[in-house]
């Protein structure tokens, strides 16, 4: 490779399965998987960010082989369709009249996603020399009830499509489709193999860094090493020795702490600044008003307060998604809670 | 407004622009280009012709009357003939169309043209059933001696706004008008911004021009000419096409905006100003906010106040909310308030979905009263508050701009990232990457091979 990448953490990303960081176990299971040239439909559940789909991608790549190109594809549940993806699903549910049977000249009703990403990759032949396609689907969870229409797919095209099916919450997936496939649950990196991976790096990139502070990075990055390696590049940025107070002023920058400063401005009692970052936070991030109520609420479990004004305050996060369900401008709900938990402020 | 444009003309150069420049004639004017029953029509010409048919018309009638009265008196009460009347279609029009497209100018042009006096009555006048018949009903049904004197003057009735007519205080208003058009001796245009299901008994019989607005070419030669007038030379074209933008056909708005920018701060961005500067239909709101937070002192006043309004309910509760910590800052206060409003959002939710309409009073009170009565030990805020438009319209779903779009593709040629992932964890990564220094972003968007724009967007 003649270019360098200036982005460390694609510069640095896995490209054989021996190269991915710890979690050794695993990695000799599905070595053992390619070895036998089969496997049954496969789940992967660990939490978010930890490295899920770069093994389910790097499997699949040592798996196929050669044929990689033609037999893999990459799917995102949660990514909406587009205006021409949905226009496409709509002309193709019509059954035409010239067909025979009782749905002739109807409407069926297929979920839209299925229609058009998963169900023309499935019913493809398997091309080349691979025993069958892999197909990953990327949050699967957030297919809901559209879960069902995968069952059947899994069983008819089964011989011709393997899946891999990633998710962060294996509550979310329906009992039928857990059934058909073999879980596998990806750990967090251990420290030991964090530690290697950074120092790795640090040696590549000749950083300067101590083992205290790769501690701190490994907390700091909950387990993901992209965040990690972000985070190592910034610092880097600001001279090659890496310290701790180079590290938190950059960690600072990142979203979760925005959360965090949105939740201690409230705490703050500083409504009108709260409002205005917690606009920013929605929209430089696109998050909806939902997924900002779980950030505070994941933030409200860390911070350091008492037993009643925890529950109080989590009774609030509560009530404020649950009225934002029905609500018309989810902006009223948000800043309902921000001027609630400024108010429970005065009272700590 | 119109009081001003009265005065000596020395007084000219104080006077607002749309008054100043006020077409005189129809001559000099651009007229807005009307339809009736969908078929195009030239409004000047139409005008003239139901004045002068009108006339006529009314001289025939009046004669015919004279006549009935006449053989009236010779018979007995059974016997007698009723008075007849000029069909109500010709006796009055009316002109609908949005704000500011020149349906009120053109009524003054019109009259200036043929040399008739306009008798005016607004939104600003109550126009209950007791006042318009004082204003009106005289002038309508003299035929005093005064009118044979000065009959080369004739009158025309405006009655403008006329959608502008609701509430309890202009009780009975449209009752008297429709008696008003069936025995008038003058003729009447109507003016209204929009259809008003309530105002159908009005409309059922009379004509209706739908008025569109000028197009942008012309308004711009209008400004510009304005501008030339006024000596100023610092707004370019692009500001100008901005302002003439954002008003959307509206005239008077945009010869509002031009005197407000002339006459505003100087060291100010135009763009900015431009942004500022609000429009004749909004500044009602804005008194509204002002008074719900500052006037208000009973849920009565609170309802007075939202029943009046013509502003979309859909809308209010976000203006309330965008403003809300402009007139409250006691956090009690604030969560108090909030504490309604979001209650208030959330029925009107369920009566959107579920059509649950039977609980619309309660989003009514709550988001109006509910709000403004909300201050518990603190006085209203005093003085003048600057208030806002609702800055931050929620769609509910989550939509990526253009240059996000096409940025995300290139980054996926180079790192499998699914749209979502790229958002929320990898592009605020490089915007920080990027801000730290330029060579950090020239190496990043060559490598990735972005195009200014998106370049821009890192930054």
Known sequence: MTETIPIWRIKYIPTILEEICGRQDIIKNLKEIIKKRNFPHLLFVGSEGIGKTTIARLFAKEFLGRYFAANYKLIYADEPLTEEERNLAKSESYVSTSKIGSIAGKRITTPAFIKVKVKPFVQLKVLGDAPFKILIVKNFEVLGANQQGFRRLMEIYGNNCRMILITTKVSGIIEPIASRCQLFLISQVDFQSFRELILNISQKESLQIDDSVIEVLYNLSEGKISRAIDLLQLCSLNGKNIDLDNLFQNSQKFRIDIVRSLLLLTLNGDFPKARELARKIISNYKYSASELFKLLLEELIKLPLSKYARSKLINLVADADFRALDGMDSDIQISALLSKFCLFSENL | ?459
Not at chain 2, 165 to 172: A, H, M, P
Not at chain 2, 204 to 220: A, D, S, T
Not at chain 2, 364 to 369: I, Q, R
């Open chain 2, 1 to 459: 407004m119109r009081e001003i444009a009265k005065k000596p003309i020395n007084v000219k150069s104080q006077m607002p622009w749309v008054e100043k420049y006020r077409p005189k004639s129809m001559k000099e004017m651009a007229l807005p280009s009307a339809k009736v029953e969908g078929h195009r029509v030239n409004l000047a010409e139409e005008l003239t012709d139901f004045i002068r048919s009108f006339f006529k018309e009314i001289k025939i009638i009046n004669d015919e009357n004279k006549k009935i009265r006449a053989y009236n008196r010779t018979v007995s009460e059974k016997e007698q003939k009723e008075e007849i009347n000029l069909p109500p279609e010709k006796a009055a029009i009316l002109l609908e169309g949005p704000p500011g497209i020149g349906k009120t100018s053109i009524v003054y042009a019109l009259a200036h043209d043929l040399n008739m006096d306009v008798v005016e009555t607004n939104a600003s006048d109550t126009r209950t059933k007791d006042a318009l018949e004082k204003k009106l009903k005289e002038t309508v049904k003299s035929r005093g001696i005064m009118d044979f004197m000065t009959e080369s003057k004739q009158k025309l009735i405006l009655i403008d706004e006329v959608d502008g007519i609701y509430g309890t205080k202009d009780r009975g208003a449209v009752p008297t008008i429709v008696d008003l058009i069936g025995h008038t001796q003058f003729p009447i245009i109507l003016c209204s911004n929009e259809y008003k299901q309530s105002l159908q008994n009005l409309y059922k019989n009379i004509r209706r021009f739908e008025v569109h607005p000028l197009p942008e070419e012309e308004v711009f030669k209008i400004a510009q000419n304005i501008l030339k007038h006024e000596n100023i030379s610092s707004l370019t074209k692009e500001d100008l096409d901005l302002i003439i933008k954002k008003n959307m056909g509206d005239l008077r708005g945009v010869i509002n905006d031009l005197q407000g920018i002339s006459q505003g701060s100087v060291n100010m961005d135009t763009k900015e100003l431009i942004m500022n500067l609000h429009r004749d239909n909004t500044e009602e709101i804005f008194t509204l906010i002002r008074d719900l937070f500052q006037k208000v002192n009973t849920l009565e006043e609170a309802r007075s106040l939202t029943d009046k309004s013509d502003v979309d309910y859909n809308f209010l509760y976000k203006w309330v909310n965008e403003n809300l910590p402009t007139f409250l800052n006691v956090n009690e206060d604030i969560a108090n308030a909030y504490e309604n409003l979001s209650l208030a959002d959330e029925i009107f939710g369920r009566i959107r979905k579920n059509q649950e309409w039977s609980l619309l009073p309660y989003f009514y009170d709550l988001f109006a009263g509910g709000v403004a009565l909300s201050r518990k030990r603190s006085p209203p805020t005093k003085g003048f508050r600057r208030v806002v438009f609702p800055r931050y319209i929620t769609s509910g779903s989550y939509s990526v701009t253009g240059s996000e779009k096409s940025m995300i593709d290139k980054i996926n040629l180079k790192y499998e990232i699914s749209q979502i992932e790229a958002i929320q964890d990898f592009l605020p990564f490089l915007r920080i990457l990027c801000t730290s220094s330029r060579k950090q972003l020239k190496t990043v968007s060559d490598w990735l091979d972005l195009d200014a724009k998106e370049k821009k967007s890192l930054k």
